[in-house]
């Protein structure tokens, strides 16, 4: 599968991999991602996690436990070939995603399955020989100390790359010239895999055995009159026996390892646009992009199947940016590779991408194919991440709607669905209003902290609700006339008999019973499920998922359940 | 709240370390070749007093009972007999303590504000003639031993000039006047290596701020210069002095054993120095975890003060 | 008369590796009231030319020619005080583009707001913080009465640049300069901090000098666009007009390069090679190692800005457009897009 030219110069074999990677829809998943969590605790330590705590127990401390939720439940599949991009910005998770499928951070909870075998299971060696990781920043992620060559080489040295195997036969195409008198046998060891790439189980090496100088004048008669043509990395060795007019030529690789390695890092500068000559330099000298190029001819080295790309374009111009993903789109062609592109730009995951998945706050919110996403999108959040983006071009729309708020925190995440504090669609409960439910929602709150302001039953009906109308009639949607919005009556009474139950003392009651009127957007954590419900748009391999309890209608668009 | 919370942590967090030190020091004890009684006693003692020395520190006991026992002893504030003195090292120490603090803190006192105003100058000046002499200075502070410094200043001072007396101390609470004139040089020693150290630290760690965005940014705002430099980049600059500072309590330690042989300043240097010559352990060791406290507290000091100036660090 | 008028800045860095001429020959004009983009790549003199502004070039840098007129006065013969009392925060305020480093860790936000008042105004500390309090209300801090105590450390990147916003509007300036100030933030959060310029604008019509690389943010809040390469400005116009009719080939291939989100790219076309090292410029016209035409000229003459416009609005330093009109003269010699990368390291923008 690699363009190197093999009759003129050799020059080393990858590894030996199947002839078709990108698949089809038949193909089992490369990656199989199911339930994956990855938390961090908040306190480092025994002693920084005490807190003081007058009111627990007989000693007043207690034992802060909380986490930093960084990957909170993600599922996903990953087949030979495909790109998927994961979007989302800053805090959202997907760096650590990344690394933890990569195994560079130990999974809280979830499997990671790679071609099949879980990868509990896979050496650590095998693992790291099929996957490669190209990191954010061209700039710390190349020592400055080393040279670019080396810095290449470095997973070929790690994998004791090549290794000759044993399975693959070794074989020589001889052509003669000026030989028609003499029997020519050749040779060659086992291991020419190490040189040569083998086609259908076998190394073959090329070589013209001809005589030196003119045919006419001289007479073969020493293993000095004749010359081999031999591909870079062999050696020959030639015996005649002029009685026999036989000719022996035994071949066998004289390249040493180093000198595999250097060849095919040179090569692998110039597949990803960079000059042989380059080898000798160190990072510093070369631009952002250069480096990135670099870092992907490391990535490439060993013939990974899948890269993960973290953020490989975000540090550059935008016009590097374009020469690089056009790098790797063409490199994905050449090797078969299977990337997991991750990246906050959406235009970046769009130019690459097979099929896109949208990250918020440790989950997967909406996944699709690309064009799909980016023509319509189902999830709030998705379609506000799509929205923001600026757009040069003034015959277009701009920036249209701005959510507003901050992104919560990991460590303690919104209950239901963790984009209901900033979701502009949220799902109202029949009667409420905006305002209504937010004065609901602050009792709520209250309640469930067990803080609730004032003792006294109307005072603090009062304080909560007091600015909320009751409506009179029971199906009443619109806003009243007054300061904060409207309430059902139904939920009134449910709320002043929750504060009565809470004055009491039985805050769980108290819970309980306001959580009845609980928007669904907070009762439940909304899967991340075929989108359209009961109309299925699960065509093949392809799906359209989304997390989110609105519901996708016949023409597209989201309305409310 | 979060500091008060911090600063209990760090300090509880002491008391395995001093544990494990006071552990040490009685498996060194005993550990030491040669006979504890004769330790204690000197060399050939009598059998009668010998037997009286075992049969109270219970030198016969297995040695995990001793251990137990050491500590207990330890906790109650016992923390032996001087053999050569005759009285218990805790009073000794008591005693000799306030010499010993007396010139550190003095040092402290003479060198903090010079380096610290040095250093600034230096960053300010940052390449220019002043900051090269202040660099040189910088460099002979700390090259000169300080034995030798102390020899030198008693040789011209006490010597030649007749200046000062060179040895012998008053507290500076009962006679402020002639302690002065006692503790001038003592100071000057243990101050001048210090200052050399902080004055580099200081300097070196004000250019580094001085690169910094948020300066570009007051500068940018029309703050003036000097305002910038001592308020808005020493307090970010004083982040790694204040370590330093700390972990010069322990320097000063040492220091000061010199400097009180020298200069005949009764303190806890000098105790201890004598104690190794005679011998007398339990003076030694008490004087050792003396120190290790005093090192320990300041470090924790250190922690806390840091703390106290960066607000980023979590103390929560 | 413009509010600020930038003729032929020149600002170089002195260092031990040559001259860096990072602006080298650099003019524009701001309106009361108006905003005016300043977009180039890295390595363009972006920054390094509002820096000069404000006189906040130190060595090895300084500006050794050109003439920056705010309000009819002459900035390059104000002395270092006279810079710091009268210009910098009162009358033009920068907005710097990682908030997080441009904010001092050990000081509370209130803190440093405060200081930029009271060294600033006559106003006392007990009005600064009421004026502190105000403005983190107006640049949209939830809780400004509770926050103004924090650290910028406990604050979000999208607050923390809000912070800086509201610093730099507490002196009431007449011309805020902003560099990169949304590059480092998450585009959902830049979105909140493009409509607060949005709303400044209207609100206190200040003037401003908005730096970036990105043409969609300049869309978003630029009345007009100055393109620059290195070190000098190409072209210059309403932005609209800009995007709809380029005329400089930069400027062509920048829009043609970018990519935006309601396409499918795969007619992006990059410009082939980097920016050449600002120590040894190209002579004559910066950017005809890369341009697509070329004339023999244009290694001999350095352009000036032609009009091209039809109200004198629209600038360009091509040519091509000697009296305004293009030229169609077939070029002398091609010269490739695909130059070989330039291996040097590029000085700070």
Known sequence: MSTIDRTDDGGPSGTNRTDDRTGGSDREPLLEVAGLQKHFPVNSGLLSSIRFDPESGPFPFRYDQSSVKAVDGVDFELRPGETLGIVGESGCGKSTLARTILGLEEPTAGDITFDGRSTDEIPEGEFRKRTQMVFQDPQSSLNPRRKVGHIIEDPLEGTDWPRSDSSVGADTEVRTEDLSEYAVNATVDDNADLVVDPVDGVATVLLTVRPVGDPTEKRVETADDIAVDLPWGFDATVTVDETERTIDIDVSVSASKADLRRERALELLEQVGLKREYYDRHPHEFSGGQRQRINLARALSINPDLVVADEPVSGLDVSVQAQILNLMDDLQEEYGLTYLLISHDLSVVRYVADRVAVMYLGEFVEMAPTEELFTEQYHPYARALLSAVPNPDPDQPGIESVIQGNVPSASDPPRGCRFHTRCPSFILPDGFSAAGYEAYDELLGAVREQELEGSDLDAVVETYLGDIDASASADTATDAAGDGGTIPPGARSDARQAVERALEGDWTAARERLETHESVCQSATPALDPAGGTTSDVVGKTERLTACHLEVTDEGGTREP | ?316 | MSLLEVEDLQTYFFTSDGIVRAVDGVSFEVETGESLGLVGESGAGKSVAVKSLMGLIREPGRIVNGSIKYDGQELTDLSEQELRRDIRGNEISIIFQDAMSALNPVFTVGEQIEEVIVENTDRSPTEARERAIELLDDVGIPDPAQRIDEYPHQYSGGMQQRAMIAMALACDPRLIIADEPTTALDVTIQAGILELFDEIQEKYETSMVYVTHDLGVVREVCDRVAVMYLGRVVESAPYEELYRNPKHPYTQSLINSVVTPDETLDELDPIGGTMPSAVSPPSGCRFRTRCSVEFGECSQLTPPLYDVGDEETHTTACLRYDDGVEREEPALHESTTSEPAVVEEQTDD
């Open chain 2, 1 to 316: 709240m979060g500091l008060l919370r911090y600063a209990f942590r760090r300090f509880v967090q002491i008391i395995p370390v001093l544990f494990g030190i006071v552990t040490l020091m009685f498996v060194m004890m005993h550990a030491l070749p040669g006979d504890p009684v004769r330790l204690y006693l000197g060399t050939e003692p009598g059998q009668e007093l010998a037997d009286d020395l075992i049969a109270s520190y219970g030198f016969d006991r297995p040695l995990h009972e001793q251990y137990f026992d050491y500590l207990v002893r330890l906790g109650q504030g016992d923390l032996g007999q001087s053999f050569v003195y005759n009285r218990p090292v805790s009073d000794l120490i008591w005693e000799r303590m306030e010499p010993t603090l007396v010139v550190m803190g003095l040092s402290y006192l003479v060198a903090l504000p010079m380096a610290i105003g040095l250093g600034i100058y230096g960053a300010a000046r940052h390449n220019e003639a002043g900051d090269h002499a202040s660099r040189f200075a910088g460099l002979a502070g700390i090259s000169t031993p300080n034995f030798w410094l102390a020899l030198m200043l008693i040789y011209v001072v006490t010597y030649h000039l007749e200046l000062l007396p060179a040895s012998g101390y008053t507290s500076p609470f009962i006679d402020p006047v002639e302690s002065l004139t006692l503790l001038i040089m003592p100071v000057i020693t243990l101050a001048t290596a210090q200052t050399a150290l902080l004055m580099r630290m200081t300097r070196s760690s004000m250019i580094e701020e001085l690169r910094a965005d948020y300066i570009e940014t007051a500068r940018a705002y029309g703050i003036p210069e000097r305002k910038v430099l001592i308020r808005h980049s020493f307090r970010n600059a004083l982040l790694p002095l204040v370590t330093i500072v700390g972990l010069q309590v322990s320097t000063l330690l040492g220091g000061s054993v010199i400097v009180e042989e020298i200069f005949a300043i009764p303190g806890l240097g000098r105790l201890f120095f004598d104690s190794l010559i005679d011998q007398d352990y339990s003076v030694a060791v008490g004087v050792t975890l003396f120190f290790s406290t005093l090192f320990l507290i300041g470090v924790v000091l250190t922690d806390i003060a840091y703390a106290y100036i960066d607000p980023r660090i979590k103390y929560d």
